[in-house]
């Protein structure tokens, strides 16, 4: 297997149609996102970012299961693999930063009941305090 020159990111695959969910292996740990693809405008529209920990079925057993329950709101796939040696809370935080990046995008996320990541609210709002408290002191 060649070696990825990333440091979270095992291997990927990305613009996969709904049709090619087998080529993720079973149980591969990460983060997948699912697109509506749209013919007139040739554009993939993001409507979903999720994670799987890989323990029960991986980033495949979650595609099989979207396309069971939401079959018509998606038609694309790209699959990120993390390395063996990440934790399944590095693999929530990177899900919960994709998340916040999307929050108010209109069209993303338009499946999540989860549209915000708690940890990094709160420390957003540790982070605020801080660099207030800094910011006085380096005012004369």
């Known amino acids: 297997m060649p070696h990825s020159e990333l440091r979270f990111i095992k291997n990927f695959l990305a613009y ?9 292996p079973r149980k591969t740990r990460g983060i997948y996102a699912l697109y509506q693809y749209s013919k007139e405008e040739k554009t993939y529209e993001l409507v979903y970012i999720g994670m799987a920990r890989g323990e029960r079925s991986g980033i495949r057993g979650r ?27 590095e693999i929530e935080e990177l899900e919960g930063l994709l998340r916040h990046l999307f929050k108010h995008d209109p069209n993303a996320n338009r499946l999540n009941k989860q549209k915000s990541y708690k940890k990094l609210g709160r420390l ?3 982070t605020r305090k801080v660099w207030k408290k800094q910011e006085k002191r380096r005012q004369p």
Do not use: C, F, G, M
Not at 16 to 21: M, Q, S, V, Y
């Open 124 to 126: 957003r709002s540790q």
């Open 63 to 89: 595609l099989e299961k979207h396309a069971r329950s939401k079959q018509d709101l998606w038609t694309h796939y790209s699959a990120y693999e993390v390395w063996d040696n990440l934790h399944e809370e």
């Open 16 to 24: 996969e149609p709904k049709e090619n969910i087998s080529r993720v």
